[in-house]
């Protein structure tokens, strides 16, 4: 109940029971090490904050290149990155619809995909999620909330004025509707309001390097994938999020964001309860 914004909301709840605080509004821009060692971090407003441990949840690219300088990347992340590669970014349209346009017994999610050689394009999948049909308050009476998206490279966004880049956006959501009108006739008329976010979106409010989802590999791995663990090569940093184990999506993070909790903890030689 209450969408993805809970999640958010009881982490903060357990962060400040414990006595943390949170910093809103506030950008880091680089990662303070001294003699090897992460101590701290440095806001884009100047502010320095030092730490036992810092953790970084931003990309791999993010963490090892921006907040800390590209000189200075371990030769493990490097080799990381040989391996794997930025994934793209999405265009996600957030829509408003009338419920009519959705018969009894609709499902949740759904993938639309009409050709098969096209399925890592770009727009060539569009996934579909209708969370009000799991939490009907999320919407008002009558309505159902539709996020669709379908994977956009950041090159397709950039060099664009003002205007060309609002004309663009209204284009590719209307290329993706019309092909959802196959699953859901009815949607565009049923249509009452509508967001779209670009790979720009993503990177600008998300703060992630070209708006990637996270890594992908490069070619075929042998056996599991090699994704890196909470502990870098840098004494004091930790990172955290899909561009570690076990990768992408909820699951993955949560357990990401549990299991690096775990090594500063022990790192720290703190007990339960303290």
Excluded at 72 to 96: A, C, D, M, T, V
Excluded at 104 to 130: A, Q, Y
Excluded at 168 to 176: D, P
Aim: hydrophobic share 35%; charged share 25%.
């Amino acid at each position: 109940k209450g969408g993805v914004g809970k999640i958010s909301q009881k982490l903060v709840e357990g962060l400040e029971k414990t006595g943390g605080e949170i910093r809103y509004k506030s950008r880091v821009q680089q990662i303070i090490i001294e003699k090897g060692k992460a101590v701290g971090v440095k806001l884009t407003n100047g502010k320095v904050y030092r730490g036992k441990r810092v953790i970084s949840n931003a990309t791999r690219w993010d963490t090892f290149g921006k907040l800390i300088p590209a000189g200075n990347i371990p030769p493990s992340e490097k080799k990381w990155r040989s391996n794997y590669q930025k994934s793209p970014s999405f265009l996600s349209l957030h829509l408003g619809v009338e419920a009519s346009v959705f018969p009894e017994g609709t499902e949740c999610h759904h993938i639309l995909l009409e050709n098969w050689e096209k399925m890592e394009d770009s727009e060539g999948t569009i996934f579909v999620s209708i969370p009000t049909l799991l939490d009907p308050g999320l919407a008002p009476k009558g309505y159902h909330i539709v996020h669709s998206f379908t994977p956009s490279y950041i090159e397709d966004w950039q060099g664009l004025t003002i205007k060309e880049y609002e004309a663009k956006k209204e284009e590719a959501a209307g290329r993706v509707i019309d092909r959802l009108e196959s699953i859901f006739p009815g949607l565009d008329a049923g249509l009452d309001y509508m967001e779209v976010g670009t790979a720009r979106s993503h990177k600008r409010f998300l703060n992630r390097e070209d708006g990637t989802y996270g890594p992908i590999p490069r070619r075929k791995l042998k056996g599991l994938l090699a994704m890196p663990f909470n502990r870098t090569a840098i004494p004091g940093l930790y990172c955290v999020g899909d561009s570690t184990f076990p990768g992408q999506g909820l699951n993955a993070v949560a357990f990401s964001g549990f299991a690096c909790a775990h090594k500063v903890a022990v790192d720290l030689g703190l007990k339960k309860g303290k």
